[in-house]
């Protein structure tokens, strides 16, 4: 049974960079076509998608936070990390990472499978 | 940016009662649509994926249609533990989206 869990700090001061790690257990995060992705939730919101890596080290990000994310790899250690600079209140949320499968039945379908407990972040001086 | 809307945004209903839920994309997303349940402090669960296919594990009493821009997530039969948030998920293209949510509580 494949888990991830979040971590990171809880607090980050404005303008700050939030760095969070997921690690990855139950199964190899290089096994499979999966990709591995960051979403939030801001308290009482909707769910926004952040981006997404590829085990080769492709990413895919939300361009509304592209110029201030990355998201990188460690099969080593069957992590993968967000970190996303020039923090302000409006970052602050409930961070999940989330495993991504996309497969073919009777058409092409993307879902997040299995997902962290998530984190709240938030971001105060 | 695909925009995902939600009707109704909430909805009161009993046990054993049965709950459509709408979600409209802004533009064609063929069948990339997914379904999720989110209970209070938890992580979502993925209930429909490709508009129509049930993930495994998820009672039957959940189904998805639709196609296209229109879809809907019904339940056949409310239980006290479906009392929660559903969001549908699309994935046709970059970035991908979620729609608002649908409150679904207890009348």
């Known amino acids: 049974q494949v888990q991830l869990q979040e971590s990171g700090p809880g607090l980050v001061k404005p303008s700050q960079t939030l760095s969070l790690t997921c690690t990855v257990s139950?199964?190899?995060?290089?096994?499979?076509?999966?990709?591995w992705s960051w979403i939030r939730q801001p308290a009482g919101k909707g769910l926004e998608w952040i981006g997404r890596?590829?085990?080769?080290?492709?990413?895919n990000y939300n361009p509304s936070l592209k110029s201030r994310v990355t998201i990188s790899v460690d099969t080593s250690k069957n992590q993968f990390s967000l970190k996303l600079s020039s923090v302000t209140a409006a970052d602050t949320a409930v961070y999940y990472c989330?495993?991504?499968?996309?497969?073919?039945?009777?058409?092409?379908?993307?879902?997040?499978?299995?997902w962290g407990q998530g984190t709240l972040v938030t971001v105060s001086s | 940016d695909i925009q995902m809307t939600q009707s109704p945004s909430s909805v009161s209903a009993s046990v054993g009662d049965r709950v459509t839920i709408t979600c409209r994309a802004s533009?064609?997303?063929?069948?990339?649509l997914a379904w999720y349940q989110q209970k209070p402090g938890k992580a979502p669960k993925l209930l429909i994926y490709?508009?129509?296919s049930l993930q495994s594990g998820v009672p039957s009493r959940f189904s998805g249609s639709g196609s296209g821009t229109d879809f809907t997530l019904t339940i056949s039969s409310l239980q006290p533990e479906d009392f929660a948030t559903y969001y549908c998920?699309?994935?046709?293209?970059?970035?991908?989206?979620f729609g608002p949510g649908t409150k679904v509580d207890i009348k």
């Open positions: 989330a495993r991504e499968f996309t497969g073919y039945s009777s058409s092409w379908y993307t879902q997040y499978d299995y």
């Open positions: 139950g199964g190899s995060i290089s096994s499979g076509s999966y990709y």
């Open positions: 890596i590829y085990t080769s080290g492709s990413t």
């Open positions: 533009q064609g997303i063929s069948s990339w």
């Open positions: 490709a508009a129509s």
């Open positions: 998920q699309q994935a046709n293209s970059f970035p991908i989206t």
